[in-house]
């Protein structure tokens, strides 16, 4: 790994870990569309750039997820009890969503993630609906979508089950930490369908497993651990308003780049 390259994976961590540990977005968000600028000038066969992307983000977000949850759990911001409600559908969802993206051409999948991305910056920029509502009745189906489509753009969920559980009359700080511990069954299983779907691709870079590029993973673990407890900590002392509404524009900016 070359310190360009090292460099570009511990910004991308850093940023990624913050985002996750503040708003339980697991870092999907930011790592996919890094990893897509940094794989396309490396020599990566374009055909398999977001597929890389997608896979190498899902197993990042198993380690600053898991970072991001034992900080919100120790100040009791982690909703178990909905946690298990949801956590076996979007496993199966997550399943289903790797398996699918395997067989997506790269432009299909790059451009449903830039869309996924408006998406989220658009609910991201509006306030949060706080109308209380019943989560049981809805929450197999919701956890099936939610872990299907975070699987196939490589993000933890949190961008769908902060929402949810927001409308649902959680709190945001512990909806914030219940999506954290939410996302881990999404990118483990996401992670190993990647891995498994690329397994026989013969024109993967060196260092690949499957569609999961290792230097990058570990590249950019080294800076998100920590930065993720950062994150987690400081989601229980600032205001969230005007960091919601900065970081819906960033979307807004990464979409319309992948879109068009």
Known sequence: MNNPALLAYLGTGILSGLLAGLFGLGGGIVVVPALIFLFEPLGVNPNWVVHLAVGTSLTTILGTGTASVLTHHRRGAVRWDLFRKLAG????????????????PRDWLQRLFGGFLLFVGIRMWKEPSRTPEHLRPVAGWMGLGIGSLSALVGIGGGTLTVPLLVRAGVPLPKAVGTASACGLPIALAGALGFLL??????????????????????????????????????AHQLPLHWLRRLFALVLFMVALHLLF
Not at 89 to 104: E, P, R, V
């Open 89 to 104: 559908w979007m496993l199966i969802g997550a399943w289903l969503g790797a398996s699918i993206a395997g067989f997506l």
């Open 197 to 234: 779907t690329g397994w026989e691709q013969v024109d993967l870079p060196p260092g690949s497993t499957g569609f999961i590029y290792w230097p990058g993973v570990l590249g950019i673990l080294l800076s998100s651990l920590p930065s993720a407890s950062l994150g987690a900590r400081l």
